[in-house]
C-alpha cells in the first residue's frame, strides 16, 4: 500500500526548516503545495509504469529532489525573504512604533473632537458624561488603552509565523510596553473664550515610577503572553 | 538571469552537470517558450522540457517552482489556480512582460551559440589546414 505525500516527506520539517531560513510565510505555503503534488504526479507515473509501491516511492522522491536542494532552492534567493527576516529592526522597531502612533493618533482625534461636540466651553474632556458621549468617547478610550495590546499581539504573531528566535520580538514588545506606560494626556482650553482646546500627549516616568513601571509590565505581559506561550507549546512539540 | 545561477538545475542525462554560469538564464528560456505556446503546471512543464529536448536536459524537479515564483514575481509569468480532475492545479502562462523577456532572451542565446558554432567550425577547419 503506497503511503501518502505526508507519510513519505516530512513536510511540516520541511516547512520549518524553510520559515526558520527566512523565507516568507507564502512562499513556503505555495511551494510546499506544489510540491506535494509534483510528488503525487511523479507517483501516479511510476505506478502506471507498473513498479513496486516501495520503488514507486523511492523513485518518486529521487525524481522530486533531495530535501537539502529543494530548500536551497528557496532560501538562496533572497526575494523570497520575508521583511521579518530582512529587516527586523523595521518589523520589530519602527513599525510597531508606527502602527501604536497612528493608533493614538486616531485616539486622541475622537477626543478631541467629541470635546467639541459634547462640551464646548468645557475646560477638560475628562469630566463625567452620559448618553452617546460615553459611547463616543468609550470608542477613543479602548483604541487608546487596547492599542498597544493589539501592536504586541501583531509583533508575537509575525515572529511565530516566521518562527523568528524571542530576540527581536521581545525588543518590540519592550518598546510598545514603555511607550504605553509612559505616555501621558494633557488637555487644556487655551486662554480665547471661543478658541478650540488643547490636547498633547508625552511620554514621561511619572508622578509615580512605580505606576508606570507597573503599567509597562501590565502592557509587556499581556501582550506577550499569548507569543510565550505559542514558543513553550512548540518547544514541547519538537521535544515529544 | 541571477536567480538561476545557484543551483545546477539542468542537468544533461549523461548525469554531467553543466557549469551553472554558462547555463545562465536556460532553465528561464525553456520555461517562457514552452508557456508562451500553452498554460501549464510545474510538473507539465518539466515533462515537456524532458520530452521536447529528447530527454537532453533534464531540468531539477522540485527546484523548477522557485524559477517560476521568480518569473511570477518579476511579471514575467501570471498563475491561477485550476481545478482538473479533483486537484487544484497552479497553471501559469506568459504575460506581455515575460513575451518581451523571451525575445530578449532567445537573442541572446542564439548570439551566443552562434558564436560557439563558428568557434567550433573554425577550430575545424583550422585542423583541415593544419
Keep these: 500500500m503506497l503511503k501518502s505525500s505526508h507519510e513519505l516527506v516530512n513536510w511540516s520539517e520541511f516547512r520549518e526548516r524553510l520559515l526558520r531560513a527566512g523565507v516568507a510565510p507564502r512562499h513556503v505555503r505555495r511551494y510546499i503545495k506544489e510540491l506535494a503534488d509534483h510528488l503525487a504526479d511523479l507517483r501516479t507515473e511510476e505506478e502506471r509504469e507498473g513498479r513496486s509501491p516501495a520503488d514507486t516511492e523511492s523513485a518518486a522522491l529521487m525524481g522530486l529532489g533531495s530535501m537539502d536542494d529543494l530548500a536551497r532552492a528557496m532560501t538562496d534567493r533572497r526575494e523570497f525573504q520575508s521583511w521579518c527576516a530582512q529587516a527586523p529592526w523595521a518589523m520589530f522597531g519602527l513599525a510597531p512604533i508606527l502602527f501604536l502612533g497612528g493608533a493614538w493618533c486616531i485616539a486622541l482625534l475622537i477626543l478631541w473632537s467629541g470635546w467639541n461636540i459634547f462640551l464646548p466651553g468645557g475646560d477638560t474632556p475628562f469630566v463625567p458624561i452620559d448618553g452617546f458621549a460615553v459611547f463616543y468617547f468609550g470608542v477613543g478610550r479602548l483604541l487608546y488603552f487596547v492599542a498597544p495590546v493589539l501592536v504586541g499581539w501583531e509583533i508575537g504573531l509575525l515572529a511565530a509565523r516566521q518562527r523568528l528566535k524571542a530576540l527581536w520580538p521581545a525588543v518590540g514588545l519592550v518598546l510598545i510596553a514603555v511607550m504605553g506606560g509612559t505616555a501621558q494626556l494633557h488637555a487644556s482650553r487655551t486662554a480665547v473664550p471661543t478658541g478650540l482646546g488643547h490636547i498633547s500627549m508625552d511620554f514621561a516616568v511619572g508622578p509615580s515610577v512605580h505606576g508606570s513601571l507597573f503599567h509597562a509590565l501590565v502592557i509587556f505581559s499581556v501582550a506577550a503572553l499569548p507569543y510565550f506561550i505559542w514558543k513553550f507549546q512548540k518547544a514541547r512539540f519538537f521535544s515529544a | ?130
Aim: hydrophobic share 40%.
Design chain 2, 1 to 130: 538571469m541571477q536567480y538561476l545561477e545557484p543551483l545546477c538545475i539542468i542537468k544533461f542525462m549523461s548525469g554531467r552537470e553543466t557549469n551553472p554560469n554558462f547555463m545562465n538564464g536556460v532553465p528561464e528560456l525553456l520555461i517562457l517558450r514552452l508557456l508562451q505556446q500553452e498554460e501549464m503546471y510545474g510538473y507539465e512543464i518539466v515533462q515537456a522540457i524532458r520530452s521536447r529536448t529528447d530527454a537532453v536536459i533534464a531540468v531539477g524537479e522540485g527546484v523548477v517552482y522557485p524559477v517560476l515564483h521568480g518569473l511570477e514575481r518579476d511579471g514575467a509569468l501570471k498563475s491561477r489556480r485550476k481545478t482538473v480532475n479533483g486537484r487544484s492545479r497552479i497553471y501559469y502562462s506568459v504575460t506581455r512582460a515575460g513575451s518581451r523577456r523571451l525575445a530578449d532572451l532567445s537573442k541572446d542565446w542564439s548570439n551566443l551559440t552562434g558564436a560557439i558554432q563558428k568557434m567550433l567550425m573554425g577550430g575545424q577547419h583550422a585542423q583541415v589546414i593544419a
